[in-house]
C-alpha cells in the first residue's frame, strides 16, 4: 500500500508497498479465518456451557486487557519504529517486560478477591487467578512479536495468529466434551496466548543477552508512556461513556447499543484492522524522505477510501436486515443506531492510518494530545445529547467523527509538511461514493422486498460495490491503478524479478534496472 524503493537489505524485487499491502491482506485473511472457525466453535460451546459460565470468563476477560497494555508499556511500539534496534535495546526492552509479566500476573491473581467483589461473583475469582498467565504470556512474546512486525514478515505473524486461534477452538472444544465446563473458556485464552507467544520466539530466531541499559529504558519508556497513555484514554472514555448511557437511559438502552457498537466494530475488525500494525512499520521505513512519504501516504488514504468504506455503506444501507441475521430477534432499536454509527464509521476510516503514521513516525505524543481531544469532546457530547435517547448520542458521536476527520487534515499537513486541503481531497471521493452507494442500495433493497433477507443482503452488496466502482472509475481512476499494481501478476516488478532470479539480465544492470523501474513506478 506505500511505495518505496528497495533498500539493500531487500530482495530486488521488493518494495514496501508490496510488503505493506501483503501484510494487509494476510492478517485480514486471518481475522476472517479467526472469525468463522470461531463461529463453528461458540457453536459447539453453547449447547454444553451455560450464559452464566460465558459470563464469568466474560467479566474476568475484561480485567486483562489493561494489565496486557502494563506489561508492554508501548517498548513493542517503539521497537517496530526504531531506526536501530540493537541487542541492548531489544534485551532492555525484554528483561523489563518479563519482570512487569511476572509482577502483574502475580497483582491480577492478588487482587482477583477484590474483582470478584465488584463483579458480585464469587466464581470470577478462581478464573481471573488461572487467567493471571496469560499476562505473563503476553508479556514474554511481545519482543519476539514486535521483531517479526519490524521485518514486515505478515505473512508469519497472520499464519501464527490462525494456528494458535484454531489449536485453542480445539483445546476448548476437547476440554468441554470431557466435562470441564467454564475451564474450558479458560482453557482456550491461555492456549492462544501461549501458543502465541511461543511461535513468535520460533519465527523470530532471537535471544537476548544479560544487557540492560538504564538510558534505553528512559528513551522508551517516554515513548512508551504516550503509547499507554493513548489507550488509558479510549479505556477512560468508554467506563464515561457507559455510565453517562447506563445512568440516563438504563441498562436495556446501554444493551442495544453496545449490540450495534459491536456490529460496527466487527466489519471494521474484518476490513481494516490490519491497516495500523502494517502501515507503522511501513512508515517507519522511508520517513527520511518527507516527499515520499507525503506520496506514500496519500496513496494509502486513497486507497483506504476506496477500500473499506463500502462494507460500512453496505451497514448503513442493510442495518435493518443484518442486525436479525446476525444477532436474532428482538434488537430493532439497535438498528438505526447502527446506521448512524456506520457513516460515523465511514468518516473516519482515515484515522487507522494516521494513527499509523504518527506512531510510525515516532509522534505518539501528537497523537496522544489528539486522542485526549477527542475522547474529551465525545464524551461531553454524550453526556448533552443522552437526553435525545440513543438516536440523540449516536447523532453525537457521527458530529464527532467529522470534527476529528477536519482536524487531523491539519495535524497531519503539519506533519508531512503539506497543506491541509491536500490531504482534504481524497475525502472528497467518500462524498460523491457514499451517498451514491447508499442511494443505490437502498433502491435494491426495496425493489427486493419478498426475497429472503440473506438473498437481500448479498444484493445490495452487490449494488453498492458496482456504485462505488463506477464513482472510482469516473472520479478517481488513479485509485484503480494503485490497486490493481498490488495485485498478484499486475506489478511489473514481478516480472523483472523474475528475470532478476534467472540470470537474464546481466549482473552490472539488474540493481540500476530494478530501481529505474521502481521510480517510474512510484511517480507515475
Not at 106 to 116: D, I, K, N, Q, S
Not at 311 to 329: K, M, N, Q, S
Given at each position: 500500500m506505500?511505495?518505496?524503493?528497495p533498500?539493500t537489505?531487500?530482495?530486488?524485487?521488493?518494495?514496501?508497498?508490496?510488503?505493506?499491502?501483503?501484510?494487509?491482506?494476510?492478517?485480514?485473511?486471518?481475522?476472517?479465518?479467526v472469525?468463522?472457525?470461531g463461529?463453528?466453535?461458540?457453536?459447539?460451546?453453547?449447547r454444553?456451557?451455560?450464559?452464566?459460565?460465558?459470563g464469568?470468563?466474560?467479566?474476568?476477560?475484561t480485567v486483562?486487557?489493561?494489565?496486557?497494555?502494563?506489561?508492554?508499556?508501548?517498548?513493542?511500539?517503539?521497537?517496530v519504529?526504531?531506526?536501530?534496534?540493537g541487542r541492548?535495546?531489544?534485551?532492555?526492552?525484554?528483561?523489563?517486560?518479563?519482570?512487569?509479566?511476572?509482577?502483574l500476573?502475580?497483582?491480577?491473581?492478588?487482587?482477583?478477591p477484590?474483582?470478584?467483589?465488584?463483579f458480585?461473583?464469587?466464581?470470577?475469582?478462581?478464573?481471573?487467578?488461572?487467567l493471571?498467565l496469560?499476562?505473563?504470556?503476553t508479556?514474554?512474546?511481545?519482543?519476539?512479536?514486535?521483531?517479526?512486525?519490524?521485518?514486515?514478515r505478515?505473512?508469519?505473524?497472520?499464519?501464527?495468529?490462525?494456528?494458535a486461534?484454531?489449536?485453542?477452538?480445539?483445546?476448548?472444544?476437547?476440554?468441554v466434551?470431557?466435562g470441564?465446563?467454564v475451564?474450558?473458556?479458560?482453557?482456550?485464552?491461555?492456549?492462544?496466548?501461549?501458543?502465541?507467544?511461543?511461535?513468535?520466539?520460533?519465527?523470530?530466531?532471537?535471544?537476548?543477552s544479560?544487557?540492560?541499559?538504564?538510558?534505553?529504558?528512559?528513551?522508551?519508556?517516554?515513548?512508551g508512556?504516550?503509547?499507554?497513555?493513548?489507550?488509558?484514554?479510549?479505556?477512560?472514555?468508554?467506563?464515561a461513556?457507559?455510565?453517562?448511557?447506563?445512568?440516563?437511559?438504563?441498562?436495556?438502552?446501554?444493551?442495544y447499543?453496545?449490540?450495534a457498537q459491536?456490529?460496527v466494530?466487527i466489519?471494521?475488525?474484518?476490513?481494516?484492522?490490519?491497516l495500523?500494525?502494517?502501515?507503522?512499520?511501513?512508515f517507519?521505513?522511508?520517513?527520511?524522505?518527507?516527499?515520499?512519504?507525503?506520496?506514500?501516504?496519500l496513496?494509502?488514504?486513497?486507497?483506504?477510501?476506496?477500500?473499506?468504506?463500502?462494507?460500512?455503506?453496505?451497514?448503513?444501507v442493510?442495518a435493518p436486515?443484518?442486525?436479525?441475521?446476525?444477532?436474532?430477534d428482538?434488537?430493532?432499536?439497535s438498528?438505526?443506531?447502527?446506521?448512524?454509527?456506520?457513516?460515523?464509521?465511514?468518516?473516519?476510516?482515515?484515522?487507522?492510518?494516521?494513527?499509523?503514521?504518527?506512531?510510525?513516525?515516532?509522534?505518539p505524543?501528537?497523537?496522544?494530545?489528539?486522542?485526549l481531544?477527542?475522547?474529551?469532546?465525545?464524551?461531553?457530547?454524550?453526556?448533552?445529547?443522552?437526553?435525545?435517547?440513543?438516536?440523540?448520542?449516536?447523532?453525537?458521536f457521527?458530529?464527532?467523527?467529522?470534527v476529528?476527520?477536519?482536524?487531523?487534515?491539519?495535524?497531519?499537513?503539519r506533519?508531512?509538511?503539506?497543506?491541509p486541503?491536500a490531504?482534504?481531497?481524497?475525502f472528497?471521493?467518500?462524498?460523491?461514493?457514499?451517498?451514491?452507494g447508499?442511494?443505490?442500495?437502498?433502491?435494491v433493497?426495496?425493489?427486493?422486498?419478498?426475497?429472503?433477507?440473506?438473498?437481500?443482503?448479498?444484493?445490495?452488496?452487490?449494488?453498492i460495490?458496482?456504485?462505488?466502482?463506477a464513482?472510482?472509475?469516473?472520479?478517481?481512476?488513479?485509485?484503480?491503478?494503485?490497486?490493481?499494481?498490488?495485485l498478484?501478476?499486475?506489478?511489473?516488478?514481478?516480472?523483472?524479478g523474475?528475470?532478476?532470479?534467472?540470470?537474464?539480465?546481466p549482473?552490472?544492470t539488474?540493481?540500476?534496472?530494478?530501481n529505474?523501474?521502481?521510480n517510474?513506478?512510484?511517480?507515475?
Amino acid at each position: 500500500m506505500i511505495d518505496d524503493q528497495p533498500r539493500t537489505s531487500e530482495a530486488p524485487d521488493t518494495s514496501v508497498g508490496r510488503q505493506a499491502a501483503s501484510g494487509v491482506l494476510w492478517l485480514t485473511v486471518q481475522k476472517w479465518a479467526v472469525r468463522l472457525s470461531g463461529l463453528v466453535t461458540i457453536a459447539v460451546l453453547t449447547r454444553f456451557l451455560s450464559p452464566e459460565d460465558f459470563g464469568v470468563v466474560a467479566a474476568a476477560s475484561t480485567v486483562l486487557p489493561f494489565f496486557y497494555l502494563l506489561a508492554d508499556l508501548g517498548f513493542a511500539a517503539y521497537i517496530v519504529q526504531v531506526e536501530h534496534a540493537g541487542r541492548r535495546l531489544l534485551s532492555t526492552a525484554f528483561w523489563f517486560a518479563a519482570l512487569a509479566g511476572v509482577v502483574l500476573a502475580a497483582a491480577v491473581a492478588g487482587a482477583a478477591p477484590l474483582f470478584g467483589l465488584v463483579f458480585d461473583s464469587a466464581d470470577v475469582v478462581p478464573v481471573l487467578q488461572v487467567l493471571a498467565l496469560a499476562v505473563l504470556a503476553t508479556a514474554l512474546g511481545s519482543v519476539p512479536t514486535a521483531l517479526l512486525r519490524r521485518e514486515m514478515r505478515f505473512r508469519t505473524l497472520a499464519i501464527q495468529g490462525t494456528v494458535a486461534s484454531v489449536a485453542a477452538q480445539v483445546v476448548a472444544v476437547a476440554m468441554v466434551l470431557t466435562g470441564a465446563g467454564v475451564w474450558a473458556l479458560v482453557g482456550q485464552v491461555l492456549t492462544v496466548q501461549g501458543l502465541t507467544a511461543l511461535l513468535a520466539w520460533t519465527a523470530a530466531r532471537w535471544w537476548p543477552s544479560l544487557a540492560f541499559s538504564g538510558r534505553q529504558f528512559a528513551v522508551m519508556a517516554r515513548f512508551g508512556g504516550q503509547v499507554l497513555g493513548v489507550e488509558c484514554v479510549a479505556v477512560c472514555r468508554q467506563w464515561a461513556e457507559t455510565a453517562i448511557v447506563s445512568v440516563g437511559l438504563g441498562m436495556a438502552a446501554l444493551g442495544y447499543l453496545n449490540i450495534a457498537q459491536r456490529l460496527v466494530q466487527i466489519v471494521q475488525e474484518l476490513t481494516g484492522a490490519a491497516l495500523l500494525p502494517v502501515t507503522m512499520v511501513a512508515f517507519a521505513k522511508i520517513r527520511d524522505s518527507a516527499e515520499r512519504l507525503r506520496h506514500a501516504y496519500l496513496r494509502a488514504l486513497r486507497m483506504t477510501y476506496a477500500l473499506l468504506a463500502p462494507p460500512l455503506t453496505l451497514l448503513a444501507v442493510a442495518a435493518p436486515l443484518i442486525l436479525p441475521l446476525v444477532f436474532g430477534d428482538g434488537w430493532e432499536e439497535s438498528v438505526p443506531v447502527a446506521r448512524i454509527l456506520a457513516f460515523a464509521g465511514i468518516m473516519v476510516v482515515g484515522a487507522t492510518l494516521d494513527h499509523g503514521l504518527f506512531y510510525g513516525l515516532g509522534r505518539p505524543g501528537r497523537w496522544f494530545g489528539y486522542a485526549l481531544a477527542i475522547d474529551v469532546l465525545t464524551v461531553a457530547t454524550t453526556a448533552l445529547t443522552v437526553r435525545w435517547g440513543l438516536v440523540g448520542v449516536a447523532t453525537g458521536f457521527l458530529v464527532v467523527a467529522a470534527v476529528a476527520t477536519a482536524s487531523r487534515w491539519f495535524l497531519v499537513a503539519r506533519l508531512l509538511q503539506a497543506r491541509p486541503w491536500a490531504l482534504a481531497g481524497p475525502f472528497g471521493f467518500l462524498a460523491v461514493a457514499v451517498p451514491v452507494g447508499a442511494g443505490t442500495g437502498w433502491l435494491v433493497m426495496t425493489a427486493t422486498a419478498g426475497l429472503p433477507p440473506i438473498v437481500r443482503v448479498g444484493l445490495i452488496g452487490i449494488a453498492i460495490l458496482v456504485a462505488y466502482g463506477a464513482v472510482t472509475v469516473l472520479l478517481a481512476k488513479r485509485v484503480v491503478t494503485d490497486i490493481a499494481r498490488y495485485l498478484p501478476g499486475q506489478n511489473g516488478i514481478d516480472y523483472l524479478g523474475r528475470h532478476v532470479r534467472t540470470g537474464y539480465l546481466p549482473r552490472h544492470t539488474r540493481a540500476a534496472r530494478v530501481n529505474m523501474l521502481v521510480n517510474s513506478m512510484e511517480h507515475s
